[in-house]
């Protein structure tokens, strides 16, 4: 599977930002999903989880009450709402997808990456 990460930006810090991550290829099959980010110098981070169909949901401390992953399976896409964002929050995100249908926040769950959309968060 195929994935596009789309939605990155600059923005003010307070303001909001919506991510997507569109599937193609084998979508078909049922993938729990993630977003992660990675800072310069560092390793990439665990931001939130969806399972399949879009039950359950997990989130890193960091984000939780500002962040919301979901799904729209029709679509074969999955969203990353980004409110009250902070300068903190800047990074690359990228979208992942698993081979089961549950969550994780472990960046060695997942099989197949996007290539990473930069958000930037100004004070």
């Known amino acids: 599977v195929q994935l596009q990460a789309s939605g990155g930006g600059l923005v003010q810090a307070g303001g909001s930002l919506r991510l997507s991550c569109a599937a193609s290829?084998?979508?078909?099959?049922?993938?729990?999903m993630g977003w992660f980010r990675q800072f310069p110098g560092k390793e990439r981070e665990f931001v939130a989880t969806?399972?399949?169909?879009?039950?359950?949901?997990y989130y890193a401390d960091a984000v939780k009450g500002r962040f919301t992953i979901s799904r729209d399976n029709a679509k074969n896409t999955v969203y990353l709402q980004m409110d009250s964002l902070k300068p903190e929050d800047t990074a690359v995100y990228y979208c992942?997808?698993?081979?089961?249908?549950?969550?994780?926040?472990?960046?060695?769950?997942?099989?197949?990456w996007g290539q990473g959309t930069l958000v930037t968060v100004s004070s």
């Open positions: 992942a997808a698993r081979r089961y249908t549950t969550t994780s926040s472990s960046r060695n769950d997942y099989d197949y």
């Open positions: 969806i399972s399949w169909p879009g039950t359950n949901t």
């Open positions: 290829g084998r979508t078909s099959n049922r993938y729990g």
